[in-house]
C-alpha cells in the first residue's frame, strides 16, 4: 500500500505486481517532463520523458501519462522487480529546451520478492 | 553515452576548511551544469546553474561567496564550498545538459561531512 513517511512518500509493491507513482507538477506552462529514478547514494537516472504535446508514451516496462487538465503525472512500471526499489521523481520544464528542471517531492518505491 | 563523472563520491573534512567538488562530462561538450544539494529523505533543490565562460546564476537563498562555481571549460564546472560548517554537510549532485537541451545527465553526487 502507500503510506507517507516524514517526508518522502512511500508505495510498497510486490515482485511482479504494477506500480503506478503518481506526481502532481505545479507549473501549467510546464512544457516538458522527465521521470528520474534514483537509488541510495547515487544521482538520479533518466527513465522517460514526455511533451506536453503528448499525453502517454511507452518505454520498456514504463509507461508515462499526463494529464494537463488537472496537472498530473503518472510513472507506470509493469511487472516491478527488486531492482527497481528507488525513489522516483518527477520532473518539469518550462519550455521545450530551457534549461532549469523543477523536481517533485519523489516517491519511495519499495519491491518485496 | 552521456556520462557524467562527479569527484569525490565522498569527502569527510573539518569545519573551516574548503573542499572542491568537481563535474565532468565525459563524452559530451556541456555548455550548462546545474548544482544541486539534497537532504535526505528529501528532492532536488537546484543551487546554481553553471555556465561555461560566464558567471554562475545562483537561486534565490544561496550563497555565491559560500558555494563558489567555476566553469572553465566545455567538460568541467567545480563547486568549492568555502569555510565549510557542520551545517553544509549534505549530498551535493551535478547534472549537464545533453545534446538536445532537454534531458539533464547527472553525476553519482558527492557525500559532503562537515565536522
Known amino acids: 500500500g502507500e503510506s507517507v513517511g516524514l517526508h518522502l512518500p512511500t508505495l510498497s509493491v510486490q515482485e511482479g505486481d504494477n506500480s503506478i507513482i503518481n506526481c502532481a507538477y505545479s507549473n501549467s506552462a510546464s512544457d516538458y517532463f522527465i521521470w528520474y529514478k534514483q537509488e541510495s547514494g547515487k544521482g538520479p537516472q533518466f527513465i522517460i520523458d514526455i511533451r506536453s504535446n503528448m499525453d502517454k508514451r511507452q518505454g520498456q516496462r514504463v509507461t508515462v501519462l499526463l494529464n494537463k487538465t488537472v496537472k498530473h503525472l503518472s510513472l507506470q512500471i509493469a511487472a516491478t522487480q527488486p531492482g527497481d526499489s528507488a525513489v522516483y521523481f518527477c520532473?518539469?520544464?518550462?519550455?521545450?529546451?530551457?534549461?532549469?528542471?523543477?523536481f517533485g517531492k519523489g516517491t519511495m518505491l519499495l519491491v518485496s520478492p | 553515452g552521456a556520462v557524467v563523472s562527479q569527484h569525490p563520491s565522498w569527502v569527510i573534512c573539518k569545519s573551516g576548511t574548503s573542499v572542491k567538488i568537481e563535474c565532468r562530462s565525459l563524452?559530451?561538450?556541456?555548455?550548462?551544469m546545474f548544482w544541486y544539494r539534497q537532504f535526505p529523505k528529501q528532492s532536488l533543490m537546484l543551487m546554481a546553474t553553471?555556465?561555461?565562460?560566464?558567471?554562475?546564476?545562483?537561486e534565490q537563498g544561496v550563497e555565491k561567496d559560500k558555494f563558489l562555481i567555476n566553469h572553465a571549460s566545455l567538460t568541467l564546472s567545480t563547486l568549492t564550498v568555502t569555510s565549510a560548517h557542520p551545517e553544509d554537510s549534505s549530498f551535493y549532485i551535478c547534472?549537464?545538459?545533453?545534446?538536445?537541451?532537454?534531458?539533464?545527465?547527472f553525476g553519482a553526487g558527492t557525500r559532503l561531512s562537515v565536522l
Open positions: 553553471s555556465n561555461e565562460g560566464s558567471k554562475a546564476t545562483y
Open positions: 547534472s549537464a545538459d545533453g545534446q538536445a537541451k532537454n534531458i539533464q545527465y
Open positions: 563524452d559530451f561538450q556541456a555548455t550548462t
Open positions: 520532473a518539469e520544464k518550462g519550455q521545450w529546451g530551457y534549461s532549469t528542471l523543477t
